[in-house]
Structure formats: structure tokens, C-alpha cells
């Protein structure tokens, strides 16, 4: 193993310091390194968001890649001004419980009845009989009454709503939403024209992951400037990583971990630009990397480093 490092760590060392090319080469990689680095921090905060169409016009699901709805997010999705307050309110609730939010769905939908019957005529009391003769109207739930100038009403409903959560062949979850009216002997009146938007988190999908911070040691083979070769141990901070979850086993790859190298009469601190989980790959491994270093001096080497 150590043969690889050190004939990998001479080959790009010869490389660095004899090509012409080298000086160009070094500044368009970091050039290149500093603005990828910046879109991946950019993408981790700012959630994919894919909308499926479950039912043309009545059923959208959106799926984040996040494990945890946030307000920020939902709002994203659902950017109604007049829906802000009553999310906050609700994202609000589930933080005081201590509980993370996976999934929101909004149902919007309508409600129409039609009834009537006989109005009565109230006359005003015997010891006010100057107070206006007023009309009144009343069924199970509605209570109606005018003195033909002004109007009141009481209102009383109740309401059971039934909520499914599913996933399709594709593996899309989707929300279905049945709200009813319950009538006057218990039946349920059913609600129309219904628009259900669902949001749901999907922590199994790659994505960005800044916590938690990793620690990491191992080995590798370093040449510096004047062309010394020697083996080193090294120990890195792993922070910036893409994976399907926090495990380390689901982790593919890392990018600028700092690193501290050590070794007899070596010590230097540098930056591991792209580590990559090959482990994963590997029968009964889950976690071996191996990445390029680049240190003060200049020193450059490769190594293998295991999460611990």
C-alpha cells in the first residue's frame, strides 16, 4: 500500500514542480475547488424540492431532500402570504412538543348546503314593548334572526376529516383527504372541490450534511518541495459531506477536511480537498477513504483514513 502512495505522491510531485504547466494547472484547480466548495455550502442550504403530480389539479405532492420540514421550507412550497401565520403556529406547536416535523399537507376545499324553512315572528317582551318585532330562523346547526335592518347568526359545526398517507410503484408518498360535515343524526356531509398539497421529507436521498463533524485518522505518503518522501500519520475534521444519511456507511464522499499530519521530524497542516468513501464499495467494509492532501511547505501526498 505504502508503494502506491509513494509512487502516486512522486508522480504528481514531479508534476507540480517541473511542468511548465504546473503554476496554471495549481491556481485554475483551486480556482476551481473554491467555487465548488461554495455551491455545495449554497446547496445545503438550500433544499431540492421535487413536485410530483399525483392527480391533475387536485393532488401535488412535493418531496424535499431534507430530513426535517422546517417553516422555511414549507413556505417555500405553500407561499401564500395568508397561509404564513397559521404554519408558524403549527410548526410552532410540534417544536414545543419537541417533535420533527416529516411531513405538512394543506387540504383546501368547499363546503355548500341549502336548507330552509319557516321564519317565526318574535314579538318584544311585555316590558319592553318598544323593542322592534324581529324574525327568526333555525335548524340543527344554523340560528338566524333580523329586525329587517341588522342580522345576527350562530353557527355551529362539527367536522371529521380523514387523512391517508401512500406511496406509489415510484415510491412518492401522497396524502389523501376526506373532510366531512357531520349532519344533524350523525351524517357525514361530504366537502367538494378539494386540493390537497402534500410535503413530505425524504432523508434516504443524497444530500448535504455539515453536522455532525467527524474525526478521522490514518495513513498516507507525503513529498515535499525539495522532493523528501516520507510516511506520515494523519488526522482530519470531516464536515462538509453528501450522503443518503448521517451513518458513515452512507456517506460518499467529503470535501476540504483540514488535516494535521504528523510523522518523524514531519509535521504540517493542510487540507484534504475531496475525500471519497471507497469502503463502500468494498465486501464488509463501510468506511475507507481515500483523498489527495495538500499542505503548507508545499507538501502533497495521498491517503487512507478511516471514521472513528
Given amino acids: 500500500m505504502l508503494t502506491i502512495l509513494q509512487w502516486t505522491a512522486t508522480k504528481v510531485h514531479v508534476f507540480l514542480h517541473n511542468s511548465r504547466f504546473a503554476h496554471v494547472f495549481v491556481e485554475v484547480t483551486g480556482l476551481i475547488l473554491a467555487v465548488f466548495i461554495g455551491m455545495l455550502v449554497y446547496r445545503h442550504y438550500q433544499p431540492t424540492l421535487t413536485t410530483t403530480v399525483i392527480q391533475p389539479g387536485i393532488n401535488t405532492t412535493v418531496t424535499v431532500d431534507r430530513p426535517v420540514l422546517t417553516t422555511k421550507i414549507v413556505t417555500k412550497v405553500l407561499s401564500d402570504p ?85 406511496k406509489n410503484k415510484d415510491g412518492v408518498q401522497s396524502s389523501q383527504t376526506a373532510l366531512y360535515e357531520l349532519g344533524a343524526n350523525g351524517e357525514r356531509i361530504a366537502a367538494t372541490n378539494t386540493k390537497i398539497t402534500g410535503i413530505f421529507t425524504d432523508a434516504t436521498s443524497p444530500h448535504w450534511l455539515v453536522l455532525p463533524i467527524r474525526v478521522q485518522s490514518g495513513v498516507g505518503y507525503f513529498r515535499d518541495k525539495a522532493g523528501v518522501q516520507a510516511p506520515g500519520g494523519v488526522v482530519v475534521i470531516q464536515w462538509l459531506k453528501h450522503g443518503r444519511t448521517k451513518a458513515t456507511e452512507d456517506v460518499t464522499f467529503a470535501v476540504a477536511s483540514p488535516a494535521f499530519l504528523f510523522g518523524q521530524n514531519m509535521q504540517d497542516i493542510g487540507i484534504l480537498p475531496v475525500s471519497w468513501n471507497f469502503g463502500r464499495k468494498l465486501p464488509g467494509f463501510s468506511n475507507l477513504w481515500l483523498s489527495p492532501y495538500i499542505g503548507r511547505g508545499p507538501k502533497f501526498g495521498i491517503v487512507f483514513t478511516a471514521t472513528f
Avoid: C
Avoid at 107 to 115: A, D, K, N, R, V
Avoid at 119 to 135: C, E, F, G, H, L
Fill in 82 to 166: 395568508k397561509d404564513k401565520a397559521a404554519i408558524a403556529s403549527l410548526m410552532a406547536e410540534n417544536a414545543k412538543l419537541k417533535q420533527d416535523v416529516t411531513s405538512l399537507t394543506q387540504t383546501l376545499t368547499e363546503l355548500h348546503q341549502t336548507g330552509g324553512g319557516v321564519i317565526a315572528r318574535v314579538d318584544p317582551p311585555a316590558d319592553k314593548p318598544n323593542d322592534p318585532v324581529s324574525y327568526a330562523y333555525k335548524d340543527w346547526h344554523l340560528k338566524f334572526n333580523t329586525d329587517l335592518k341588522t342580522a345576527t347568526y350562530d353557527l355551529f359545526q362539527q367536522f371529521e376529516i380523514l387523512t391517508t398517507t401512500a
